[in-house]
């Protein structure tokens, strides 16, 4: 009688073995590098940021895409929650920001912008999405929990991953084509959905504008196809501005969007709805008649630096920053916390 070939050594049995060790190990290599492809981008991009101010003041470039960040726009209510710990001990946040746009030499348009707001940790985030524009914005990462660091420190790694989901949340901007967009808070209104279009969040609406428009009119007729929530965050108004010298403030009332133009060789917008405000409403706001009157003194002609000298005279207490953008040139002035004698310069083609 023939003896019976143990397990181990029958070579059919051996030879199948292998294959499935062979599948089993391409299987792991798959999925390794498929993690580490999920991974290099965040990496990479992670790898970039740099304190420039202790205020703080970060910088960061963006890696790959972030079409995933839609999911981010479903939970504003923990983004913006009490961890940021913005606004007073009473629950409520300063409600000043100015905002103008100067065209009177239109070889260089000019827009200024102050941040009147509780203390706020600054991100200048550049990202270049694939089939859409670059652009420089400027994010407040208090939401995502990060305050000031000691000394030159970076923030711990747990929180720097949240910075991954800036992107998302960007408080204004200006991008390759010199298309410049900022928000301020406005009064709340009951404003009514249009059933036949799609819902984004204000800070959703504003990434993709600095995505995938170049001039304002091409912002306007995006806005025109979306509902906007502003909830759980504050009702704003959106001043819109290009390279081109058309520039527009945005609002959203009881009736839908207006989009109100200037006649003026600029625009400016603070706090309350210009949409069918008279001269006795914009004159109670003294930042916007003050900034007006400069303006209209100049003819609409501003440089850089009078840009900054009209942002200071209107600064207030909560002032957190101040920027001009050039739109001609896509440069980047920033000030912080009213510290006018330091202005750190960020240049959009200097990013790669």
């Known amino acids: 009688m023939k003896k019976a070939k143990r397990k181990g050594t029958d070579p059919v049995r051996l030879a199948k073995r292998r294959r499935r060790r062979k599948i089993r190990r391409c299987i792991l290599l798959i999925l390794l590098v498929i993690f580490c492809g999920l991974l290099i981008n965040p990496i990479r991009t992670l790898s970039t940021l740099e304190k420039v ?6 910088v960061m470039s963006y890696k790959g895409g972030y079409d995933y960040l839609g999911v981010v726009h479903d939970f504003y209510g923990a983004i913006f929650g009490v ?7 009473d629950g409520k946040k300063p409600e000043a920001c100015s905002l103008f746009a100067a065209y009177g030499d239109l070889s260089r348009p000019i827009y200024g912008r102050n941040l009147d707001w509780s203390y706020s940790p600054l991100l200048v985030l550049y990202t270049n999405p694939t089939g859409g524009y670059a652009s420089l ?9 990060i305050g000031k660091t000691e000394d030159s420190e970076l923030p711990d790694w747990g929180k720097r991953f949240r910075l ?27 404003l ?14 504003l990434r993709m504008m600095l995505d995938n428009t170049r001039t304002t009119q091409q912002a306007i007729e995006f806005l025109e196809n979306y509902n906007i929530n502003f909830r759980p965050g504050p009702t704003v108004h959106y001043l819109i501005a290009d390279a081109q010298g058309d520039r527009a403030l945005v609002e959203y009332v009881e009736e839908g969007m207006k989009v109100i133009r200037s006649e003026e060789l600029y ?75 330091k202005v750190h310069t960020f240049v959009l083609d200097d990013f790669d």
């Open 83 to 89: 961890e940021s710990g913005k606004g007073d001990k």
């Open 164 to 190: 991954l989901a800036t992107p998302g949340l960007p408080f204004e901007g200006i991008n390759e084509h010199g298309l410049t967009v900022t928000i301020a808070l406005v009064p709340d209104l009951d």
């Open 192 to 205: 009514k959905a249009d059933p036949q279009k799609e819902t984004l969040h204000s800070l959703a609406a």
């Open 267 to 341: 625009l400016v917008a603070t706090n309350f709805y210009l949409n069918g405000a008279g001269e006795d409403l914009k004159s109670k706001c003294w930042r916007y008649s003050t900034a007006r009157k400069m303006l209209e003194e100049r003819e609409g002609k501003v440089t850089d630096s009078q840009a900054m000298e009209i942002l200071e005279k209107v600064s207030v207490g909560g002032t957190v920053w101040s920027v001009v953008y050039d739109l001609q040139q896509r440069k980047v002035h920033i000030v912080l916390a009213r510290n006018y004698d």
């Open 53 to 58: 101010d202790d205020y703080p003041l970060y």
């Open 137 to 145: 914005s400027l994010v407040d990462i208090a939401y995502l929990g």
